[in-house]
Every structure is written in structure tokens, then in C-alpha cells.
């Protein structure tokens, strides 16, 4: 019996011991391409997030010009937005303060994503052994939870969550290649 208890024993820590090993190699039998590919993906991804966000911010602040030089600034020809005993309306300067400080956490977590992304090309190109930038990898994916983050509390319609949806898809493969957990929903 005990000798038993001994056989399993053994038997169950050298199953352990192989699994523990097998992940890390399992990891980097990916060839430098695929990830090379795969950090592509997220590079483009970021890309064409930002680039999105600053065309639509150009076609709101065309579309706000356009409305004052026709004399709709606020909806009420002639008026700024002011109530009835013609002080300014601090409602609508909360909002526009609340959605001005959601654009700008936004802004600046998709910079820090960028410039930790440029980072990790870097590295990448330097090493023959591309492991060794698991460390960028994980603060890529950091970046990348402070968007998810913002873009899930904020209001930022179906093509933001769409383009995030996409970039945070890649950012998750990037994140497996190098057995860093990615990123939730």
C-alpha cells in the first residue's frame, strides 16, 4: 500500500515537472515570423484606431464651424447657452468638460499604447531571441487594459468599440505567443 502511494506520487510530480517545462517551450517554437506578424498586426491595429479617432475629431470640429458660421452654435439662433435669466448654463459646461476629459484619457492611453508598442518593434528587431521582450509584450498589454478600460466606461459608439474590439483581438494573440494573460473583454 504504501509503496503504492509512493508510485502515484512520483508519478504525479514528474507529470507536473513536464508540464511546467513543456509551456515555455511550447511558446517559443513559434518562429520569430509569426510573431514578428503578430506585433504587425497590433501596429496597424493602434494605427488605425488612432487614425480613426482623429478623423472623427476633425469632422466634429468641422461640423461645430460650420454651425457657427451659419448661426447655430448651440441649437437657439443668436443665443450661447445661457437659461432664462441669462447666465451661462453650467450643465452643459459640465458635459462638455466630462466628454473633453473622456477624449483626452483616451487620447493619452492610446499614446502610451503607441509608444509601448514602438518599443516592443524595437526591441523585437534587436534580439534574435525574441522571448526576451516578454517584458515590453507585458506592458503592451498593460497599455492596452487602461484602453479597455476607458472605451468599456465611456460612450464612444459602435465604431470605437468595433476598431477596439479588433486591436484588443490581436494584442491578446501578441500576449499568448509569450504566455502573458491577455487582455478580458
Known sequence: MNMNLRKIGMTALCCCAIFAVSIPIAAQAMT???????????EDGVDEFR???ERRG????????????SGRASGRRGTANTDSRGT????????????QSGKDELDDALGDLNSSTNRLRRK?????????????????VDD??????????????????RLWAAL???IN??????????LGA
Open 144 to 161: 492596452g487594459r487602461r484602453i479597455n478600460q476607458v472605451v468599456t466606461r465611456g460612450k464612444y459608439g459602435s465604431d470605437v468599440a
Open 32 to 42: 520569430k515570423g509569426l510573431v514578428a506578424e503578430k506585433i504587425l498586426r497590433v
Open 51 to 53: 487614425d480613426y479617432l
Open 58 to 69: 476633425d469632422n466634429a470640429r468641422d461640423a461645430n464651424s460650420t454651425a457657427q458660421q
Open 124 to 140: 523585437f528587431d534587436a534580439t534574435d531571441k525574441w522571448m526576451e521582450t516578454k517584458a515590453q509584450v507585458e506592458r503592451v
Open 168 to 170: 484588443r483581438n490581436n
Open 88 to 99: 451661462a448654463n453650467a450643465n452643459t459646461d459640465s458635459r462638455k468638460a466630462t466628454a
Open 173 to 182: 494573440d501578441l500576449a499568448r505567443a509569450y504566455n502573458v494573460a491577455p
